[in-house]
C-alpha cells in the first residue's frame, strides 16, 4: 500500500481485510555520552517512523554494529537495555536482532506495527493526503541538532553562549527520549489526513516532502515553531551542523524565506524529533490543547495551501522560546 513513491516513512503491507503491517528501520552513531540514554533514544527515532503512520508498533528487532576490541561488549548491554527501557514505555516487544562487527558503534531498530482496518476503513496516515486549508501541527520542539552540536564543540564545563548549555542539552535528550505515541494519537482523533516525523531533514525538509507528496505548498509562521533552549544564541554562534546546509541546499529552489537565522533553525537535522500532521484548522488548536496539557511543546505552525507542490513561503522569524522542563 506504501511503497518508495513518496518518500514516505515507513512500508505498509495489507495483510487482509482487517489489518495493515507497517515496517521500518533507523540506526545512527552515537550521540550522547551515555550508553543506555543512547540506546534508549534510538529506540524511540525508529519507532517514530511507526507512530507516524497512525500504527502501533508490535515488536521490533536490534540493529547493532559494535568494536568489541575497543569498547566493552558490557557497554553495548546498555546500550541495548536502554532499547528495551523504550520498548517497554511504548508496549512493544524486543525480539531478537543482529550484530556485527565494524569500526564504530551504531545501533539502531527495525520496527513492525499494525493498523486495524476493519470494514476496509483504516487510520493509516501518509505523507500524501494533506490538503490546502489545513493547519500544520508540530508536536516536539526543534534544536536537537544545534545543541548536540554545541555540546560537541564545547570543553565539559562550558556554559556559554546562550545560558547553561548542558542544562538546554538535558531538555533536549528529554525529548528525543519521549515517545511519539501520544503525538500520533492526537493525530488520530483529529482527523489529520496526513502525517510524517521530523528527523533528518529538518522541518523544511520533511514539510516539504508532505506538501509535495499531497500537491500543495506550505506556509510556515516561524515564530509559532517550538524551539529548545538557547538553539537561536547557539545558531548566531555558529554551532551549526553540517547536515543543515545540505538541507537547505536540497531546498534552495523550493524555499521562500530570507531571514538567515531562521533558515538555519527550521533546517537543523532532528534526532527523535516530533510529528508534523494536517488537518482540520479547529481540531489542530484542539489537539495542540491537549499535547499541551500532556507536556508536550506542541504548536499551530502554519498552513498546505494552493501553489507549486513542495514549495514553502516562511513568514516571520523564529525567537528564542525557553521550552519545557527537562524534569
Not at 51 to 65: H, I, K, V
Not at 148 to 161: F, I, Q, V, W
Not at 300 to 326: M, R, W
Request: proline fraction near 5%.
Amino acid at each position: 500500500m506504501v511503497g518508495t513513491d513518496t518518500s514516505d516513512d515507513a512500508a505498509v503491507w495489507r495483510l487482509d481485510g482487517d489489518r495493515l503491517l507497517v515496517n521500518s528501520t533507523d540506526f545512527f552513531a552515537p550521540i550522547v555520552d551515555d550508553a543506555r540514554t543512547w540506546g534508549r533514544i534510538a529506540a524511540a527515532n525508529a519507532a517514530s517512523d511507526i507512530y507516524a503512520m497512525g500504527a502501533s508498533p508490535l515488536f521490533a528487532l536490534n540493529l547493532a554494529a559494535w568494536p568489541r576490541e575497543v569498547l566493552p561488549l558490557d557497554l553495548l548491554g546498555e546500550v541495548l537495555a536502554g532499547g528495551a527501557d523504550a520498548a517497554a514505555d511504548g508496549g512493544w516487544v524486543v525480539a531478537g536482532g543482529h550484530t556485527i562487527d565494524a569500526p564504530e558503534p551504531l545501533y539502531g531498530m527495525s520496527v513492525t506495527g499494525t493498523i486495524e482496518a476493519a470494514g476496509g476503513e483504516t487510520g493509516l496516515l501518509t505523507n500524501a493526503g494533506g490538503q490546502p486549508g489545513q493547519a500544520l501541527v508540530l508536536t516536539k520542539p526543534l534544536g536537537t541538532g544545534l545543541l548536540a552540536t554545541a555540546l560537541k564543540r564545547s570543553g565539559p564545563e562550558t556554559t556559554e553562549p546562550g545560558g547553561d548549555l548542558h542544562s538546554a542539552y538535558a531538555a533536549g535528550v528529554a525529548e528525543m527520549c519521549r515517545l511519539n505515541d501520544a503525538a500520533a494519537a492526537a493525530a488520530i482523533s483529529a482527523r489529520a489526513t496526513a502525517a510524517t516525523d521530523v528527523t533528518g531533514f529538518g522541518l523544511l525538509g520533511h514539510l516539504a516532502e508532505l506538501a509535495a507528496a499531497s500537491e500543495a505548498s506550505a506556509v510556515v509562521d516561524a515564530g509559532a515553531v517550538p524551539l529548545l533552549p538557547d538553539v537561536t544564541e547557539l545558531a548566531t554562534g555558529g554551532f551549526v551542523p553540517g547536515g543543515t546546509g545540505r538541507n537547505l541546499d536540497h531546498l534552495v529552489e523550493r524555499l521562500d524565506g530570507d531571514d538567515e537565522l531562521t533558515r538555519t533553525v527550521l533546517g537543523d537535522p532532528q534526532t527523535s524529533g516530533g510529528l508534523l500532521f494536517s488537518c482540520d484548522p479547529a481540531r489542530a488548536h484542539h489537539a495542540v490543547r491537549e499535547l499541551s496539557d500532556s507536556g508536550h511543546d506542541a504548536a499551530v505552525i502554519g498552513e498546505l495551501v494552493d501553489g507549486l507542490p513542495g514549495t514553502i513561503t516562511i513568514a516571520g522569524a523564529v525567537v528564542g522560546d525557553a521550552g519545557p522542563s527537562s524534569d
